[in-house]
């Protein structure tokens, strides 16, 4: 069989490569290098950044539960390592919520995501530190094994630290695999898409850094001498011009008048091809367009259930893939613990169907008083009287 580009056999099974430079996902089915379109160039695109935001933060601010499977049951352990690291950090340099938007933002990027499993002596997990993707290269070690050899900068005139982790020592978050081995970037799968939004928004910056679009013309039926001109144009712009004179009325003798310019077919077109790729890259990542701020045919209605479409067909998935890579890299396959992004804080935005949930629920007996004042963050009421403080 043979393998993609990014994978190279290694002689050894945890020897060093030599390789001089790590080898990404931009090589894999990339088109020419003339068409291809930079990670740069794309959060350059509004419309890509707010995609990638609004994903990988949500994510990222959802409450992480450690439950312990006990039979048929599933009880919350509040006191476990992993819930220490959700609360205290992962690592010295990022709180757990940084952990996760970096890393979810590197999969809707690159398609993949690193994340090194930081241990004792005792081999007892003590974190986790996010890898950047371009410091990484893949390789099929001939064991079957797949190995990451990180290149990681140092100070200018240092070098680079280079050093091998192997499945175990790390948990691979990706997109949609082609081979099963290494995620692909929705990015790369559309680079038409992506290559026709930026030319527009060259197109776009270009016409105002070059080019002259008057607002109107004032015309006079015969010559007018330069001072005349020069005297006109100070004129106009003194009473007229800026912000602050907007509306004033324009009063024109001596058979002057007023001409305004109209939007031209050719740019009323690039404007309706600009809003058309807006819609198009929201359709790649599957982010309805009110959630990032594309409001051309939104209404309240249609803006409320988009953000009900967004939690249940954009998230959810994404939330169910990070879950289970979690819980293999952790635990392993077979434990009795499992981590779990709890979702509800979805609804917290939407008190009077959240509540309303809470109504049926304990209508139906599924939950009782105290556990609906525990997921609304309250206290049990408790039987007795209120503790009177002391003084």
Not at 155 to 175: N, Q
Not at 203 to 228: C, K
Request: glycine share 8%; with cysteine.
């Amino acid at each position: 069989m043979r393998l993609p580009t990014i994978f190279r056999r290694s002689a050894e099974p945890n020897s060093w490569s030599g390789s001089a430079h790590p080898v990404t996902m931009a090589s894999i089915g990339a088109a020419p290098e003339s068409a291809a379109v930079s990670l740069v160039e794309a959060e350059n695109l509004a419309v890509a950044l707010a995609c990638v935001n609004v994903i990988s933060s949500n994510i990222a601010a959802f409450p992480v539960l450690v439950y312990r499977r006990q039979g048929a049951e599933r009880i919350e352990v509040a006191g476990h390592w992993l819930s220490r690291l959700v609360r205290y950090g992962p690592n010295p340099d990022q709180v757990w919520g940084a952990l996760i938007e970096s890393a979810v933002a590197s999969v809707e990027l690159h398609g993949n995501a690193l994340l090194e499993i930081v241990r004792d002596d005792g081999a007892t997990i003590t974190g986790l530190r996010f890898i950047p993707w371009p410091w990484v290269a893949m390789q099929l070690l001939p064991s079957g094994r797949v190995a990451f050899d990180v290149y990681q900068p140092t100070l200018p005139g240092a070098g680079t630290i280079k050093r091998r982790l192997l499945g175990d020592d790390v948990i691979h978050l990706k997109d949609r695999s082609d081979d099963g081995l290494i995620g692909r970037s929705r990015l790369s799968r559309a680079r038409d898409v992506l290559r026709t939004a930026t030319s527009q928004q060259t197109f776009a910056r270009s016409f105002l850094d070059r080019g002259a679009q008057p607002s109107g013309v004032i015309s006079h039926p015969g010559n007018m001498t330069e001072q005349q001109r020069g005297s006109l144009r100070q004129s106009f712009e003194e009473r007229h011009r800026g912000a602050a004179n907007a509306g004033k009325a324009l009063i024109l003798d001596g058979g002057l008048t007023w001409t305004a310019m109209q939007v031209s077919p050719e740019d009323a077109e690039l404007l309706n091809s600009r809003r058309f790729a807006v819609e198009e890259i929201a359709r790649v990542y599957g982010v309805p367009p009110p959630m990032i701020g594309d409001l051309s045919h939104g209404t309240f209605t249609n803006s409320r259930e988009a953000a009900r479409w967004f939690g249940q067909f954009t998230l959810t998935p994404r939330v169910r893939r990070l879950e289970a890579e979690l819980n293999r890299g952790l635990f392993g396959y077979g434990s009795r613990y499992e981590v779990e992004f709890d979702m509800s804080s979805l609804l917290r935005s939407d008190p009077e169907t959240r509540w309303a949930s809470h109504k049926i629920a304990i209508d139906t007996g599924v939950l009782d008083t105290d556990e609906v004042r525990e997921i609304e963050g309250y206290n049990p009421r408790g039987t007795g009287e209120p503790e009177v403080p002391s003084a």
